[in-house]
């Protein structure tokens, strides 16, 4: 089996996919997508629930994507994960999207039904559940900074503010997106909640000086961005202005520390990557697809032996 397949290895598959008892009708579309876990996690949970069929990596361009969608479509694939850069370009190829995914205006989840692609947006109930299980608290308790405006960071956005966290503070490099995306949850927020010396919902510029007013206010700093991706990328936010009361969820997952995991545990706070959340969205997923309860330990375990 190939570690990665492309678009003209989906323009052929009757003849590039092996022969075998469990053919390939899952997968994960992004670009890049070699650093994806998800064929490990969702391979152990074909095989635990004895489901004849294999996950795997599939490398398309944005370019690409329409005619992807379509020979998935074509070849009678089950569903598909998308990674970046396709949540939100997705979008305009498909036949239906939830409610959810279509707030987001993102998918990451693709389910195929009798020729008919729908979409599903499982970023934000997996965030949810990863921070109850990493910090053992829920959103609806918590003051929130998310950085980044972007598919998994509007997901991350909405469930927050669906779950009536008591703070939420978006920031974004792109300043005019973060404060679109406070507009559009705005009504949320229209009861008063706590008091404190910001807003409930609030945008703010991605600068040091922002950054550093917000800290003493806020429990849970998220990094929805790609920043971490790449070993040499800086850490979203300096160590030097993070403190040992916050929380730290980094959505990039890697196998060493990301920059900013590190940074939080410099400065003596808690940090985790994203492999959690990678897990709960992965299990929702798997759920979808398949009308019955993922094997969440399963699939934990596949995680954990990834070195």
């Known amino acids: 089996m190939k570690e990665i397949y492309t678009l003209a290895d989906l323009q052929n598959w009757d003849r590039v996919q092996e022969k075998s008892a469990a053919p390939i009708c899952l997968g994960v579309s992004g670009d890049p997508v070699a650093h994806s876990f998800s064929p490990q996690m969702q391979n152990a949970a074909l095989r635990a629930c004895k489901i004849k069929m294999r996950y795997a990596k599939f490398q398309i361009a944005p370019g690409e994507l329409a005619d992807a969608l379509q020979l998935v ?80 960071a509007r997901a991350i956005a909405l469930q927050c503010a669906k779950e009536n966290c008591e703070r939420l503070v978006i920031a974004n490099r792109t300043a005019d997106k973060a404060e679109q995306l406070a507009k559009e949850l705005r009504d949320f927020f229209a009861g008063p909640r706590v008091f404190g010396p910001g807003p409930r919902l609030q945008a703010i510029p991605w600068e040091e000086s922002a950054f550093r007013f917000q800290i003493a206010n806020i429990d849970l700093v998220v990094n929805a961005t790609s920043l971490g991706l790449n070993r040499a990328d800086p850490s979203p936010i300096p160590a030097r202005l993070l403190a040992p009361h916050l929380m730290i969820y980094d959505t990039v997952y890697s196998r060493d520390r990301t920059p900013l995991v590190s940074a939080a545990m410099e400065a003596g706070a808690r940090g985790v990557n994203g492999l959690s959340m990678l897990l709960h969205q992965g299990a929702l997923a798997f759920e979808i697809w398949f009308d019955r309860e993922a094997p969440l330990d399963v699939m934990r375990k596949a995680l954990g032996r990834i070195d």
Not at 78 to 85: F, Q, V
């Open 73 to 152: 479509r074509d070849q009678n694939f089950s569903g598909l994960n998308l990674t970046i850069p396709h949540k939100a370009a997705a979008l305009q190829h498909l036949d239906a999207v939830d409610e959810n995914a279509g707030r987001v205006g993102a998918v990451n989840t693709i389910k195929v039904e009798k020729d008919r692609l729908r979409g599903f947006n499982t970023d934000g109930k997996g965030f949810a559940r990863a921070i109850r299980e990493e910090f053992s608290v829920d959103l609806r308790d918590l003051r929130v900074m998310v950085l980044g405006a972007g598919g998994a």
